[in-house]
C-alpha cells in the first residue's frame, strides 16, 4: 500500500466516526459565513501565497507545536497572504476541522482546507465549517469522481484548487475546466521533492487557469524558478511554521526588503 492509499484509508475511518445526520450538518449549512472570492485574490499580485496551518507531515514528522492557529492565520493574514490552508486531516498532518473553524473565526481572507477529500460529505462539512476553498487530488481520485466532486464544490460557492504531479493528471485536470491547477513537486508515493517538476508541468498550463507551486519551496531562488515557470501563487507550510516568525519569513520567500 503506498503512502498515499494509507492516507486515504484513515481518511474514510476518521470520517466513519464524525459523521453526523445531514439534517444537523444542513443547519451548519444555514449558518455558514458567505463565501470569500480565493479567485481575485490570488491574482491580486504578481505572486500570492497561499500560507499553511501545518503541525506535522508524513514526510518531516512533527514541524511545529501549533496551539493558537488563530494567531498563525493572523499573522499570515497581516503578512499579505492571499489565502491561508489549514490541515484537517489528522493522522498525518495533526489537523482538525475544529482548526479551521477556529481560523475561520479569526481572519478574514479566504481559507482552503486542505485534506484528502474522498467523499462528498467531506464537501458539505467544509461549507459548514467556513472554507471557501478545497483541495482535490487528481491522484487519488478517479475521472468521474474528480468531475463530480468539482461540481458539487462549485454548487456550494468554493474555488478549488486541482492538484496535480504528472502530464497526464494535469491532462485529467484540463478535462473538467478548472480555475486553478496546482502543479505539487512532492510525489505522494515515494514523498520525495523534485522540483523539476514546476519548470516541466507548470508550462503545460494555459495563462487563464490560476497556477500553483506546491511543495518543497522553502527559499526565494525557489520562488523565482516557480514564478518562471508560470505560477501565479505558491503554497508553502513547512518553512512558515519553522520559522519563528512567519512574516519575516514571507517577506523573505516574496523577495521584499526586509
Given amino acids: 500500500m503506498s503512502v498515499l492509499d494509507s492516507i486515504i484509508e484513515g481518511v474514510r475511518e476518521d470520517l466513519a466516526a464524525r459523521r453526523i445526520s445531514l439534517s444537523q450538518l444542513q443547519e451548519k449549512l444555514d449558518q455558514a459565513p458567505a463565501v470569500l472570492d ?47 490552508s489549514v490541515l484537517t486531516e489528522k493522522r498525518r498532518f495533526g489537523g482538525s476541522l475544529e482548526d479551521l473553524i477556529a481560523v475561520r473565526s479569526e481572519i478574514s481572507i479566504p481559507i482552503l482546507r ?38 458539487l464544490a462549485t454548487e456550494l460557492g468554493m474555488a478549488v484548487l486541482v492538484e496535480t504531479h504528472t502530464a497526464q493528471e494535469i491532462e485529467d485536470a484540463m478535462a473538467i475546466e478548472p480555475r486553478i491547477i496546482g502543479v505539487n513537486a512532492r510525489n505522494l508515493k515515494t514523498l520525495d521533492i523534485d522540483l523539476s517538476a ?42 512558515l511554521v519553522r ?16
Fill in 198 to 239: 514546476f519548470s516541466e508541468l507548470l508550462p503545460m498550463i494555459p495563462d487563464s487557469i490560476i497556477r500553483v507551486a506546491e511543495s518543497g519551496i522553502s527559499a526565494r531562488t525557489e520562488v523565482e524558478v516557480a514564478q518562471a515557470a508560470g505560477a501565479n501563487a505558491i503554497l508553502v507550510g513547512e518553512t
Fill in 38 to 84: 480565493a479567485h481575485s485574490r490570488l491574482l491580486a499580485s504578481e505572486m500570492a501565497i497561499i500560507a499553511e496551518v501545518k503541525r506535522s507531515s508524513p514526510s518531516k514528522g512533527a514541524l511545529a507545536d501549533i496551539s493558537d492557529p488563530r494567531a498563525l492565520a493572523a499573522s499570515y493574514q497581516e503578512a499579505g497572504a492571499a489565502v491561508v
Fill in 243 to 258: 520559522s519563528g516568525n512567519p512574516r519575516v519569513a514571507i517577506d523573505q520567500l516574496l523577495g521584499r526588503r526586509v
Fill in 114 to 151: 486542505k485534506d484528502f477529500m474522498v467523499d462528498e460529505y467531506q464537501f458539505l462539512e467544509a461549507r459548514a465549517a467556513g472554507a471557501d476553498v478545497v483541495l482535490l487530488i487528481v491522484a487519488a481520485l478517479s475521472k468521474n469522481q474528480l468531475k463530480d466532486y468539482y461540481d
